[in-house]
């Protein structure tokens, strides 16, 4: 029996002519409209014209075999993504072509909705179902609460508000974001929202934050009510009662990539200049060995698998 590790994140273009069949894939086949593809092409040209987000999971895997190799628990470890190569399916049939006949599975977003973890899901186990033999799987549906995520998200916030100078700091307000969803996953129950309040809170209280406030960010276009406020909105509302300096910590996002890149470092840090404030952003955990710490710690606490309901296409 052969043991590995399947790490699985978005997934991003790398070059500029990628953009429309990486869009094309997100939408289920779906063509984008050419308004919708010229402002996400002039998102990535912003950005040099790909993100670091490949890069960074491809290091994030090594790292990880490092580490659980230097515990005593060498296994291989793979990378699927969701929406670009290599695909999740390709990464399924490749394993089962070495040998692979156990795996622990884990989504390098540390939260659950069955409209995002609950795709990763999907597309794994279709790929596995068609395999003549498939892969007996232990899927990580969620490790929010691991103790070294938690301290990792803490180390960053205190971090971040030594951007600031000492005698500002007080002044800062702290606002966790992540990627808002459609509202209608309220109706299934999702945990999503539970989930990511209960990380803000306990983060806040691990740095000792006398309070924190809640936005969301990225939502889609696709025309139904999605979770808000929105951190555009939300700086104005701030800005009204009085706040110039904000910290942004975007708990839902584990490496630099487009929503943040784009999404705070220019979108939303151009609207705090406009409004008058100062936005600085946490760093992300990206491949830093806490994370690493963080992720095999997971690995090493996944029991069997909640069961959840099945996945449901997205909408963005």
Do not use: C
Not at 37 to 53: D, E, F, I, S, V
Not at 75 to 87: D, E, L, Q, S
């Amino acid at each position: 029996m052969s043991h590995a590790i399947l790490l699985m994140a978005y997934g991003s273009p790398d070059t500029p002519d990628q953009v429309e069949p990486y869009f094309t894939h997100i939408r289920h086949g779906r063509k984008p409209s050419e308004e919708s593809l010229k402002n996400l092409q002039a998102r990535y040209a912003a950005l040099g014209g790909r993100t670091p987000l490949t890069a960074l999971t491809n290091e994030v895997a090594g790292r990880v075999g490092e580490q659980l190799r230097a515990e005593g628990r060498p296994a291989p470890v793979y990378v699927g993504m969701k929406h670009w190569h290599p695909y999740i399916g390709d990464t399924v049939r490749r394993m089962a072509a070495e040998g692979i006949t156990t795996a622990t599975a884990l989504v390098l977003a540390p939260h659950y909705s069955r409209m995002s973890i609950g795709q990763y899901r999907g597309y794994l186990d279709e790929a596995n179902a068609a395999l003549a033999r498939p892969i007996d799987v232990s899927f990580v549906e969620s490790w929010h609460r691991q103790p070294e995520f938690v301290a990792m998200m803490a180390s960053l916030v205190r971090d971040g508000l030594e951007k600031f100078p000492a005698s500002e700091r007080d002044g800062v307000t702290v606002v966790f974001t992540a990627h808002s969803l459609p509202v209608k996953i309220r109706q299934w129950g999702d945990p999503y929202e539970q989930e990511l309040q209960e990380s803000a809170g306990t983060v806040a209280r691990a740095v000792g934050l006398p309070g924190w406030r809640w936005a969301w960010q990225s939502a889609g276009m696709s025309g139904e009510p999605w979770f808000g406020p929105d951190i555009l909105d939300f700086l104005e509302t701030l800005a009204a009662e009085g706040v110039r300096r904000v910290l942004q910590v975007p708990i839902g996002f584990v490496a630099e990539h487009l929503e943040v890149l784009y999404d705070i470092d220019v979108e939303a840090k151009r609207r705090a200049a406009e409004l008058g404030m100062r936005l600085e952003r946490t760093e992300l955990p990206n491949a830093r060995p806490a994370f690493i710490r963080a992720i095999t710690a997971a690995l090493r606490d996944a029991g069997a698998p909640h069961q959840r309901p099945a996945a449901v296409s997205s909408t963005s």
